[in-house]
């Protein structure tokens, strides 16, 4: 035999022990906090398993078994009551997944014909998007409508955070803060309209979630042609209102005074006519002593 072809086998064979082997860069699966994730042991579904051995960190620490047709699943602490080994499959089940679970997990499998097979698998944990909410900042009235800015804010980091408005002729201008998640909204509601709906979507990779729905009314307080109640006051007219309020009040009390002194003094004026004019004398207040 040649001594290429001799290096050809050789290369050939040193490629399948590397496939039998342990990828350099096992496969990840992605969960999320606190519920349920599933480890794929990667063999083929006809194997008839009759061993099963999960385990974590570099010294092979076990976590889970199937030997002799018995399940062990509470071997560490950490994972007690929390998993689900597949004896057909080979699959494991985390449940209530958490933080310390994100590891690399380590498989080893033997089939009836005495086969075996080793996988590893790596898992990323990652908190679920929570709902983003609303507030709303401030709306002021103007002619034909009203002037609404609107903010919306996610707990969640690294998020995009978008806006949905109906209806869809509510004019609107959106700006985002994605350094500390939050966006704001300034929308211009008609008053014929008198409705708008807001709802702000906060998303990252391919997951989303949106809030809650808020509704504002928007009661605009200037009139226009089909207006059927007259407009409310300034407060130039109120101002004005309450001088000539007090006038009025002061004119009467002046005229009071008056009349209270000549009915009280009635026929104890004295009239003079120096000089052909007319004056007329009030009595002494005080009688002399």
Known sequence: MRLPTLFILFFKALQVV???????????????LGENITLPSGVDPSWSLIKIEWSIFTNITLIATYRNGKINTDRVPQYTGRLTLNTTSGDLTIHNLKE??????????????????????????KQKLQQPSIQIVTST????????????????????LSWGVEPASVLTINKSHPSDSSAQLFAFVNTKEN?????????????????????PKCESKICDSNCTTPPSPTTETQYCAGKIVIWVF????????IFYMIYRYRGKWK????????????????AEQ
């Open 18 to 32: 590397q496939t039998e082997a342990v990828d350099k860069s096992p496969p990840k699966v992605s969960g999320y």
């Open 100 to 125: 310390r679970d994100a590891i690399e997990y380590t498989v080893e499998v033997f089939n009836s014909e005495g086969k075996r097979k080793t996988n590893q698998i790596k898992i990323t944990a």
């Open 141 to 160: 009235s103007v002619e034909s409508g009203c002037l609404m800015v609107v903010n919306c804010s996610s707990l969640d980091k690294g998020v995009n």
């Open 195 to 215: 409705f708008a709906s807001f709802t702000c979507i906060s998303s990252r990779d391919t997951e989303s979630v949106s809030s809650k729905p808020v509704t």
């Open 250 to 257: 002061a004119t009467f009390g002046i005229c009071g005074i």
């Open 271 to 286: 009239i003079i006519h120096p000089q052909k004019k007319m004056f007329i004398q009030f009595p002494p207040l005080c």
